[in-house]
């Protein structure tokens, strides 16, 4: 087999650790200890390796890559090699001298996320009182130190209908960007899919909102729309299909395909503490197993869009029907679509209660366990 073309980008989740408690968080139900973490020696060599390796963008992220102290002595080693650098941050634990050290070592931009954009509501999604003002102070800091910025909204069926708002305080902030991003149901976000899972009226009225908003703000501000794929007919081309364009590593320094991946069943992820990123990504078993097409059952395999959407997530298929080699639900020629409608139809008429991200993982036995 001819080596595979190498990764566009590597997200460095430096670790688990986090002031905020996100109920949809992307991390894995299983949350790593700060002592377990990679030390600075072991990423620093990791960039080293991205960067033979070709890759061109590198992002900080977690939890809350602030935490690390050793933030700023990784932007630089990652500056040094030319690649470009963002900070994907929460921003409560940001100030001044933070942002302009993190000027020094060349860090290139940073995507600050908010919960919404009333206070109570934000503070009660994240889990963390106070968080709100951190984070708008954090956004006019970042200005003032000269980065360009990124706000990230997460949104779902408890914050969507405040979304033009959320366009304004992008405007507001002076963001050029603005990432609006449904939530996707795996991990934290399966756990609460009752909690967080909008209805089609409400889908249909946010994409009219984002769509006249694109318009309006064509030059002033770029934004950024990820849609749920339970209204979908055809899925996302989730992380630009499997062991393509991204890889990601642990806090523990596992090197995974996908931020989801250690859901799956059936993988030992190579650890970036013994084994080569060039190994890892051009030979590991854990990257070869659903990269390209021949992995693909039908219909996927006599697809005209097999090499657009990579026959969709390989999470999402296996926490929806059990097995991560199944053409991906979202799309309406699997066999497997039905049980994106039952998840609608089960969806209540009020969202369930939060369950908070949190070291020790969800409560066992909890609604959340979802069927296989
Ligand atoms: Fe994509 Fe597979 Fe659906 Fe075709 S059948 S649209 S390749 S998920
Ligand atoms: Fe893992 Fe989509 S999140 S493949």
């Not at 009752?194 to 694109?214: F, G, M, N």
């Not at 794929?229 to 995974?256: E, H, Q």
Request: hydrophobic share 40%.
């Amino acid at each position: 087999m001819t080596a595979p073309a190498a990764p566009l980008g590597l997200l460095a989740e430096l670790t688990h650790r986090c002031p905020l408690q996100c109920p949809y968080c992307s991390n894995p139900l299983e949350l790593e200890r700060a002592g377990n973490e990679l030390d600075t020696e072991t990423w620093l060599r990791v960039f080293d390796e991205a960067a033979a390796l070709g890759v061109l963008q590198v992002h900080f992220s977690g939890g809350e890559p602030t935490a690390r102290k050793d933030l700023p002595a990784l932007a630089e080693r990652v500056a040094s090699h030319g690649m470009y650098s963002n900070l994907i941050t929460s921003g409560v634990l940001l100030d001044r001298r933070m942002l302009d050290t993190l000027q020094t070592a060349g860090l290139d931009h940073i995507q600050l996320s908010f919960q919404d954009i009333e206070t109570e509501s934000a503070e009660r999604i994240g889990g963390l009182p106070g968080a709100q003002a951190r984070k708008l102070e954090a956004a006019r800091m970042i200005k003032e130190a000269g980065f360009p910025l990124t706000l990230n909204f997460v949104v779902h069926r408890q914050n969507l209908e405040r979304l033009p708002g959320m366009i304004e305080m992008g405007l507001e902030l002076g963001a050029g960007r603005i990432e609006i991003a449904h939530v996707q149901y795996y991990g934290w976000g399966l756990v609460n899919r009752d909690a967080l899972l909008p209805s089609r009226d409400q889908l249909i009225a946010a994409t009219e909102v984002v769509e006249a908003a694109r318009i309006r703000l064509k030059g002033r501000l770029v934004i950024d729309y990820v849609v749920p794929d339970y209204y979908a007919a055809r899925p996302k081309s989730c992380m630009g299909g499997w062991g393509r364009r991204f890889i990601n590593i642990t806090p523990v320094g596992k090197a995974l395909p996908c931020h989801a991946a250690e859901s799956l069943p059936g993988f030992d992820f190579p650890s970036v503490r013994e084994t080569a990123l060039a190994e890892i990504w051009n030979h590991s078993d854990a990257f070869e197993r659903y990269r390209g097409t021949d992995w693909m059952p039908e219909p996927c395999q006599s697809c005209e869009r097999r090499e657009i959407d990579w026959g969709g997530c390989r999470c999402q298929a296996f926490a929806l029907t059990g097995d991560a080699g199944r053409t991906d639900p979202a799309c309406a020629l699997s066999p497997d679509h039905d049980v994106m409608a039952a998840a609608v139809a089960a969806r209540g008429d009020l969202p369930t209660e939060f369950v908070y991200r949190r070291i020790g993982g969800a409560p066992v036995g909890e609604a959340w366990r979802h069927e296989s």
